[in-house]
Every structure is written in structure tokens, then in C-alpha cells.
């Protein structure tokens, strides 16, 4: 006897797969000079508007382009975010490469997730002139690091940067390698994903990728 799967199970189990796919924003067939389509600009803290843009580099992990955050004013409570847009994700591997341009206050890039607005979030950073990697949550617009590690941050490299975060259980890696571990619950509902840079960092960005976990 030929069995009959209801349409509506096999549309559920479609739009299972369909979310676990990977959403990967690299840039490339974005215009130079703007924001990437599906992203706005935002700020935490006080200072100018951030400057974000596309634009060409010849060492991009992803040719040919890159997102920038090139102002570099030096407010030190200045905190520039790029916000995909695309979709909501509570449980998630999130990475990016980046690529510390230049910056004299700082010169760090991050992620972002579990960001309810540009004041309440998860924050994963690397700051090449303090050599160490941290993990925030921010609450209100407040900064407060709850777990780090200390190791050079060089400047002008492509690195990665990578978060899985499953319930209240977050875990960072660079370059491939396990650095942070920790538990917090101060955000535990889905949030969008998004860039993060520091005061005067001016900072390189390519092949942001989420999947939900």
C-alpha cells in the first residue's frame, strides 16, 4: 500500500531544513561605497554616526569586496554596529573574518547576537592593541565583560572570529581555536546578528555567516 504524507508535515519538515541552512553575507555583489543590502547602521554609546561601506580589496578571504567601518573618531564610548537585517536566531554558529586596520584609542573588531536593539546584546570582540579577546553582554548601552582571553591580535591579517551559542552556554574560538567558554543568561530569546567596532577601529569585515543551531 502506498503511504500519503499530509502536505502540511512535509511543508513543517521543508521549513525545518530551510532554517538550519547557513545565511552567508560576503559582500561581493553589493555596490561599493554604501551599505550591503539587509544591513543598517547603528550605535551604542555616544559620538558620530559610524561610516560602513562596501568597498574593493585586493586581499579579501572573498573577492573582490569587503564591509568597512572607516570613521575613525576617537570618542572612547563609541561603539559602531552593522545590523543584518535577515532573520531573528537564538541558538547559533556565527562567524566572521576581520581584519584590524587601523586605530590609535582602539583597533578591535567583533559580533554581535542575541541583539534586541543597538543597547542590549552579546558582544564577542578582539582588540589588536590590547592582544586579548572578550566577551560581553550589554545591557541598557552598559558594557560588562563576564569572560576573556589574553593572546596577540595582529593587525593587518584576515582572522576569524566564531561564537556558538546554545542556550545560556557560549563558546568563542579564533582562528579555529577554543578560547572562551562561559554561561549567562541575560539574553535568552532570539535576536538579530550583526558587526561591532571601537571608537577611532577602523576595521575590515568579510563572509559573515549564521546557521541556527
Known amino acids: 500500500?502506498?503511504?500519503?504524507?499530509?502536505?502540511?508535515a512535509l511543508a513543517v519538515v521543508s521549513s525545518l531544513f530551510s532554517a538550519a541552512k547557513p545565511m552567508v553575507y560576503n559582500f561581493d555583489a553589493d555596490k561599493p561605497g554604501a551599505l550591503p543590502a539587509g544591513f543598517r547602521s547603528a550605535l551604542t554609546g555616544q559620538g558620530p554616526a559610524p561610516k560602513w561601506a562596501v568597498q574593493a580589496d585586493p586581499t579579501a578571504p572573498s573577492k573582490p569586496n569587503v564591509l568597512a567601518q572607516t570613521s575613525a573618531d576617537t570618542t572612547d564610548y563609541r561603539?559602531?554596529?552593522?545590523?543584518?537585517?535577515?532573520?531573528?536566531?537564538?541558538?547559533?554558529?556565527?562567524?566572521?573574518?576581520?581584519?584590524?586596520?587601523?586605530?590609535?584609542?582602539?583597533?578591535a573588531g567583533g559580533l554581535v547576537f542575541r541583539l534586541k536593539d543597538p543597547d542590549n546584546y552579546y558582544l564577542v570582540r578582539a582588540?589588536?592593541?590590547?592582544?586579548?579577546?572578550?566577551?560581553?553582554?550589554?545591557?541598557?548601552g552598559r558594557r560588562?565583560?563576564?569572560?576573556?582571553?589574553?593572546?596577540?591580535?595582529?593587525?593587518?591579517?584576515?582572522?576569524?572570529?566564531?561564537?556558538e551559542?546554545?542556550?545560556?552556554?557560549?563558546?568563542?574560538?579564533?582562528?579555529?581555536?577554543?578560547?572562551?567558554?562561559?554561561?549567562d543568561t541575560t539574553f535568552t530569546e532570539a535576536g538579530r546578528v550583526g558587526l561591532w567596532t571601537k571608537a577611532d577601529s577602523v576595521?575590515?569585515?568579510?563572509?559573515?555567516r549564521?546557521?541556527?543551531r
Request: with cysteine.
Open 165 to 183: 551559542c546554545v542556550g545560556s552556554k557560549i563558546t568563542c574560538y579564533y582562528d579555529g581555536a577554543k578560547k572562551i567558554e562561559a554561561t
Open 79 to 107: 561603539f559602531p554596529l552593522a545590523i543584518a537585517e535577515g532573520g531573528e536566531y537564538r541558538d547559533l554558529d556565527l562567524s566572521v573574518k576581520f581584519k584590524a586596520v587601523s586605530g590609535k584609542v582602539d583597533r
Open 1 to 8: 500500500m502506498r503511504s500519503h504524507v499530509p502536505i502540511c
Open 144 to 163: 560588562q565583560q563576564f569572560a576573556g582571553a589574553n593572546f596577540p591580535v595582529n593587525s593587518g591579517q584576515w582572522h576569524e572570529l566564531r561564537v
Open 203 to 208: 576595521t575590515s569585515f568579510d563572509d559573515l
Open 127 to 140: 582588540n589588536a592593541l590590547e592582544n586579548n579577546y572578550r566577551l560581553y553582554h550589554v545591557v541598557a
Open 210 to 212: 549564521v546557521t541556527p
